[in-house]
């Protein structure tokens, strides 16, 4: 399990709230922990519920909601709670815990129980299979401000092990109650593994956030994650949270956690038309690993440039200068970008000019294509993949309806390029093939070598349109077709294409020849 931290609002200057939302946002937040007190199983009062629900209006951060109220079963129906919210109540204040989880539940929330430090982890014998989580005070609720109790910290050891012993692990522990830079290397230290829930990281109004603290990088020191915090301005950013071994992981509300950081850093940017997904996180072929690709329609007269460096340079883990290139750095089609690494996890940062794409799109729908050199694409880059991205992407964030209208011309294959890119790629693969045979007679292997690889992409090219798909890149595109239950090839296409990529100066007549026989038996089923 991986750390994160779920800022407190307890603190904050609640008239000027906006500001901390915001920072939060672009920093990428798990969560934000909000304290209800009813002024009677504590002495003090704070928030309520029209304030919840003012909350979820200003951001799609999720909620961390700890009630601090007495009889929490009888006051539920007064709160409104979203999918993705965590709400946790005290079992000290009824003697209905069950069914008060269940209430939670059924209001659409993952539920969890609150324990002050007094009480014995007893009361959790019979709750666990009803859990989503255990949040332990290490202070009496009520007050910010206090000292932690040390005997809690034994309690967060004793806790984890049952959970362990239990097969309950994936039940995250919650820790809330001066969770200062010092004590969270306390509270983190005896338990190896548990989802680290800073509650207690408040926001007060003038704290030094200029200071810098390896908070988490020495409370999993030694362990498989390493998370580093910088608080700054009036929020905090999560610079790293990565497997110190085995590579990048990433579930799937990490993904979507991490989407909306990057949303907030880029989508309010001047000349920014559209932030979306692409790749294999948006095609559903994404495996372990995969980089997050994220394109930037941009509108080229209004584009504010030094400050897209500047948000990249921030969202960047390392706060790496020039993270983000110039324009057309790259080449005319993938023409800038960035590669960041974000919370541990890669991500490519894609520009695209809005108005060049609204063009190729134009020239597309016309039998129009253009294959032109571009560094990362073995075959050349085809205008269409414009239009594939587009047709294939998630959108992400909007500023206006230019990307959203241009997609909408893509509702449906446009038979106008099905026809020229299956005349266009057979007669291209038809002169590949022979120009290359050739050069088998003069033993020619690179030539001869480029001649297959070119015939094998074209032969791709033609089935992709023929069963109505886009191609976006060379790259894996022999296994996604595969993977498409209803997309025709010939019966044994695969083997053949990859037999004949086996180079041999041997066998480069037979390869041509494999080549040949694919290419006869598509050109009769496609033209």
């Known amino acids: 399990m991986n750390g994160q931290i779920s800022p407190s609002i307890m603190c904050a200057k609640l008239m000027n709230l906006e500001p901390h939302l915001r920072e939060l946002e672009r920093c990428g937040a798990e969560y934000i922990h909000v304290d209800i007190m009813d002024g009677e199983f504590v002495p003090n009062f704070t928030l309520g519920t029209d304030f919840i629900h003012g909350l979820h209006q200003a951001t799609n951060?999720?909620?961390?909601?700890?009630?601090?109220?007495?009889?929490?079963?009888?006051?539920?129906?007064?709160?409104?709670?979203?999918?993705?919210?965590?709400?946790?109540?005290?079992?000290?204040?009824?003697?209905?815990?069950?069914?008060?989880?269940?209430?939670?539940?059924?209001?659409?929330?993952?539920?969890?129980?609150?324990?002050?430090?007094?009480?014995?982890?007893?009361?959790?014998?019979?709750?666990?299979?009803?859990?989503?989580?255990?949040?332990?005070?290490?202070?009496?609720?009520?007050?910010?401000?206090?000292?932690?109790?040390?005997?809690?910290?034994?309690?967060?050891?004793?806790?984890?092990?049952?959970?362990?012993?239990?097969?309950?692990?994936?039940?995250?522990?919650?820790?809330?109650?001066?969770?200062?830079?010092?004590?969270?290397?306390?509270?983190?230290?005896?338990?190896?593994?548990?989802?680290?829930?800073?509650?207690?990281?408040?926001?007060?109004?003038?704290?030094?956030?200029?200071?810098?603290?390896?908070?988490?990088?020495?409370?999993?020191?030694?362990?498989?994650?390493?998370?580093?915090?910088?608080?700054?301005?009036?929020?905090?950013?999560?610079?790293?949270?990565?497997?110190?071994?085995?590579?990048?992981?990433?579930?799937?509300?990490?993904?979507?956690?991490?989407?909306?950081s990057l949303v907030s850093g880029f989508g309010d940017l001047a000349g920014v038309d559209a932030i979306v997904l692409g790749g294999s996180q948006a095609t559903g072929t994404a495996v372990e690993g995969s980089d997050i690709d994220i394109g930037i329609y941009y509108n080229e007269e209004t584009l504010d440039l030094k400050a897209l460096q500047k948000r990249g340079q921030e969202l960047d883990d390392q706060q790496r200068e020039k993270v983000i290139t110039q324009l057309g750095e790259w080449g005319p089609w993938i023409n800038g970008g960035g590669w960041l690494t974000v919370e541990g996890i890669p991500v490519d940062i894609l520009f695209r000019s809005s108005r060049k794409v609204a063009t190729v799109i134009d020239d597309c729908l016309s039998g129009i294509i253009s294959i032109d050199y571009q560094c990362g694409h073995p075959f050349g880059f085809v205008n269409a993949i414009y239009m594939g991205e587009l047709a294939s992407c998630r959108i992400l964030h909007c500023n206006n309806r230019v990307i959203p209208e241009l997609r909408e011309r893509l509702s449906t294959f446009p038979e106008g390029y099905r026809r020229a890119a299956i005349e266009k790629f057979l007669w291209e693969c038809d002169f590949s093939l022979k120009c290359g045979h050739k050069a088998v007679s003069r033993g020619d292997v690179l030539y001869a070598a480029g001649s297959l690889f070119r015939s094998a992409i074209c032969l791709l090219q033609v089935l992709y349109a023929y069963n109505g798909l886009y191609m976006l890149n060379e790259k894996g595109s022999l296994g996604r077709l595969q993977k498409k239950p209803d997309a025709w090839m010939p019966s044994g296409f695969a083997q053949a294409v990859t037999q004949a990529m086996e180079l041999n100066p041997h066998t480069l007549a037979d390869a041509f020849y494999l080549m040949q026989q694919q290419l006869e038996v598509v050109t009769i089923r496609c033209r």
């Open 61 to 260: 951060i999720p909620l961390d909601i700890h009630l601090m109220v007495e009889r929490p079963d009888l006051k539920l129906d007064c709160f409104e709670f979203c999918e993705n919210d965590l709400v946790s109540f005290h079992v000290e204040a009824t003697p209905h815990v069950q069914r008060t989880l269940a209430q939670i539940r059924r209001k659409g929330a993952k539920a969890g129980v609150a324990i002050n430090p007094a009480t014995g982890l007893s009361c959790l014998d019979y709750l666990y299979d009803d859990l989503d989580m255990v949040l332990l005070m290490t202070v009496n609720p009520g007050f910010a401000g206090q000292k932690m109790i040390p005997a809690t910290l034994e309690k967060i050891t004793t806790l984890r092990k049952r959970l362990d012993e239990l097969g309950k692990t994936h039940i995250p522990i919650e820790v809330d109650g001066n969770v200062s830079f010092e004590n969270a290397v306390k509270m983190a230290k005896p338990a190896p593994i548990f989802l680290w829930q800073a509650a207690a990281v408040c926001i007060p109004q003038g704290f030094p956030w200029r200071k810098t603290s390896n908070v988490c990088g020495h409370v999993f020191r030694n362990k498989k994650w390493t998370s580093v915090l910088r608080l700054y301005g009036q929020g905090y950013r999560r610079l790293v949270t990565n497997k110190m071994k085995g590579g990048s992981s990433m579930t799937e509300q990490h993904l979507e956690r991490l989407l909306r």
